[in-house]
């Protein structure tokens, strides 16, 4: 299968909000909750703006011209891990394409870029378990391990 990644412009603002709207829904309708509030014209906006102040990035998958995976990145930095760290926020390939490589060409893509900007590690969190289990267990396979916790959150 021949995937061509590659890094997103502030052009590409629709095919990632696309992409993240799908999560989105995913999660929502695996746990049956409403856990983001998240609309495309806004999540369009947001994204192309976050962009272009180069505080927000992503590398897109395409099968035959099609976007089918998207990878968003941020950096942060932590003295636990050494300084710089690669975030990521949102993670997903269309289903069709699931174990089928595209997951671990995508992440290999992230880490490759990672290295290449001086980070010490990559740090995301799952959707909620159990229902993605699945998820877990594909991270763990390319190289992530848990270091404890939950994501937790407060809306300012």
């Known amino acids: ?66 976007p089918i995976a998207v990878s968003t990145f941020t950096e942060s930095y932590a003295l636990y891990a050494g300084g710089k760290v690669g975030i990521i926020p949102e993670f997903y390939v269309d289903p069709e394409f699931r174990s089928s490589g595209v997951g671990e060409s995508l992440l290999s893509q992230i880490k490759d870029y990672g290295r290449n900007n001086g980070w010490s590690c990559i740090e995301l969190c799952t959707p909620p378990l159990p229902e993605f289990e699945r998820t877990l267990l594909f991270y763990h396979k390319n190289g992530l391990v848990p270091v404890g916790g939950r994501k937790m959150r407060q809306y300012l």
Do not use: Q, W
């Not at 021949?2 to 590409?12: R, V, W």
């Open 1 to 66: 299968m021949n995937i061509i990644f590659k890094i997103a412009t502030e052009k590409d603002a629709e095919i990632i909000g696309d992409l993240v709207i799908k999560l989105t829904e995913e999660i929502c309708t695996k746990t049956n909750a409403k856990h983001f509030d998240i609309d495309l014209p806004g999540t369009i906006k947001r994204c192309r703006d976050l962009i272009h102040d180069k505080n927000y990035g992503a590398i897109i998958g395409y099968f035959s011209n099609k």
